[in-house]
């Protein structure tokens, strides 16, 4: 069975909190992509699960933590995959640095974050209009 992947991973560790309510489950992140990540962790939650992510870049001069929303999207005997579902701008361009950093192919990184932004103006035009 072949990988139906639509963005580029990389190898990334990092310290990651998902929290469900009062529940914070802590993990490391093994990879990252624009649309998501693998947090490895002994506690996990179901799929479909709805998360607030916390990303922790822990460089010793200029913490900084990445927040996005997710949903839970597979669970293995390792941990959890979550795909991102809202990140601030500013978390998503760290993230898509991250990527292209660690992928070495800027041009493709850009190719994949067009496609990003066209699927997401393609869910938005076929969700019904809240306001009328």
């Known amino acids: ?3 139906k992947r639509r963005f580029s991973r990389v190898r990334f560790s990092t310290t990651v909190e998902v929290e469900v309510g009062k529940l914070i489950i802590k993990g490391v992140a093994s990879n990252i992509s624009l649309k998501g990540l693998f947090m490895i962790t002994d506690e996990k939650l179901p799929v479909g699960q709805r998360v607030d992510v916390t990303i922790r870049l822990e460089n010793p001069e ?6 996005a929303a997710g949903r839970v999207v597979r669970v293995d005997r390792d941990g959890m995959g979550i795909d991102f579902e809202g990140i601030d701008l500013d978390a998503f361009a760290i993230i898509k640095e991250i990527v292209t950093y ?12 067009i496609r990003y932004i066209e699927g997401s103006e393609k869910r938005k035009k076929a969700e019904p209009d809240e306001d009328i």
């Open 62 to 67: 200029h913490p900084l933590s990445l927040l």
């Open 1 to 3: 069975m072949g990988e």
């Open 102 to 113: 660690n992928l070495g192919d800027r041009e493709k990184v850009q190719a994949e974050l």
